[in-house]
């Protein structure tokens, strides 16, 4: 089931995103999500009008996706950035493109017409999924991250909405 995220939710997304950010390249960050970390991502996305959205089986949160602007200013108040993340195992059962979906028809019923994805280097099957889901490369940002004693490039794919 993928519905909108709620403050129960809190822990399972800090579950998931914290392996990731501890153990791969798929983010930059190196800083772990507290649960209030993860409150306020999701309360702050809500108050201007995205979403937070978790993809739940048997009580348990196997994903989320979430989106906010690309870039503070009216400029850019159409154009749109995500993330997405699954739990170990829970990849390959269409909780990702489920999730991505609720994510793109939000933004699109909100008035947004492109969003992105930056997608590490790191992350070969991000990019793959990605261009699965329809999302083209339109720049690679070349040894933009650091981590773990390596640099990566950032990969920004797009789609229209």
């Known amino acids: 089931m993928i ?3 709620q403050p129960g ?12 950010i501890r153990d791969s390249a798929a983010t930059f960050n190196s800083v772990e999500k507290t649960a209030d970390d ?8 809500a108050a201007l009008g995205f ?9 348990a949160v196997l994903g989320f996706a979430s989106y906010a602007q690309f870039r503070g200013g009216v400029g850019y108040a159409r154009t749109m950035e995500h993330t997405v993340m699954l739990a170990p195992g829970a990849q390959g059962r269409g909780l990702g493109r489920a999730l991505m979906t609720g994510v793109e028809d939000h933004a699109r019923v909100g008035g947004a017409f492109s969003i992105f994805a930056g997608v590490s280097s790191g992350n070969p099957d991000g990019i793959a999924f990605h261009a699965r889901l329809g999302y083209a490369e339109v720049a690679v940002l070349r040894q933009v991250g650091w981590k773990f004693g390596q640099w990566f490039d950032l990969h920004l794919l797009q789609k229209t909405l």
Do not use: F
């Open 3 to 5: 519905r909108p995220a």
């Open 9 to 20: 939710d809190v822990a399972g997304i800090a579950a998931i995103w914290n392996p990731m």
């Open 38 to 45: 993860v409150r306020a991502m999701i309360a702050e996305r």
């Open 51 to 59: 979403c937070t959205l978790i993809a739940q089986q048997a009580g």
